[in-house]
T-cell receptor, first 113, second 111 residues
Framework: DSGVTQTPKHLITATGQRVTLRCSPR?????VYWYQQSLDQGLQFLIQ???????AKGNILERFSAQQFPDLHSELNLSSLELGDSALYFC????????????FGSGTRLTVV | DAKTTQPPSMDCAEGRAANLPCNHS???????VYWYRQIHSQGPQYIIH???NNETNEMASLIITEDRKSSTLILPHATLRDTAVYYC????????????FGEGTQLTVNP
């Protein structure tokens, strides 16, 4: 157990639907990162939050959004889902101000049918 | 973040040392070298990081050249469970910067 909890582990949904992925960071970590990993692509950075504020944005589609709540958990919302959104979605957390490593969760496997 | 270059694949015999190279010739002074690995669709796992000195922990050793343009991750006694994709990343000192993953090296440890 890495300390970063992602739910659900697996999700199967239909095209056009909306889903929410949840991430609880490691205790004490203020920064949360979301990554997408498709079969034909590597790990793609989507978005970062720090203590409730958006800090950096990567290749995140307009159909996707995220937020970080006061208790520091984060949610990634994916809407108008397409077949190509099928992927592994990973969340990571870190302690800002330290050069230490980032801790990743075990991911959510999303399948859009 | 500085671009890193790694061989796409490597093989290693079980019990032998695995030496994974990484080139980061454009690394800047405020960038650490981080190594992560990903075992078949699991979440990436932090291995080690360093700035300019060599580092060792319970998982691996990191050797960084004096000019910091390249580094080598050493797994001293590779096991079958070390079969994974290994990523070398150069990122700024202050944690809080996103990590940019490249293609990595697929290490296969053979019995």
């Amino acid at each position: 157990d890495s300390g970063v909890t992602q739910t659900p582990k697996h999700l199967i949904t239909a095209t056009g639907q909306r889903v929410t992925l949840r991430c609880s960071p490691r205790s004490g970590d203020l920064s949360v990162y979301w990554y997408q990993q498709s079969l034909d692509q590597g790990l793609q950075f989507l978005i970062q939050y720090y203590n409730g504020e958006e800090r950096a944005k990567g290749n995140i589609l307009e159909r996707f959004s995220a937020q970080q709540f006061p208790d520091l958990h984060s949610e990634l919302n994916l809407s108008s889902l397409e077949l190509g959104d099928s992927a592994l979605y990973f969340c990571a957390s870190s302690v800002v101000g330290s050069a230490g490593g980032y801790t990743f969760g075990s991911g959510t496997r999303l399948t859009v049918v | 973040d500085a671009k890193t270059t790694q061989p796409p694949s490597m093989d290693c015999a079980e019990g032998r040392a695995a030496n994974l190279p990484c080139n980061h010739s454009t690394i800047s002074g405020n960038e650490y070298v981080y190594w992560y690995r990903q075992i078949h669709s699991q979440g990436p796992q932090y291995i080690i990081h360093g700035l300019k000195n060599n580092e060792t922990n319970e998982m691996a050793s990191l050797i960084i050249t004096e000019d910091r343009k390249s580094s080598t991750l050493i797994l001293p006694h590779a096991t079958l469970r070390d079969t994974a994709v290994y990523y070398c990343i150069a990122a700024p000192v202050a944690s809080g910067s996103r990590l940019t993953f490249g293609e990595g090296t697929q290490l296969t440890v053979n019995p």
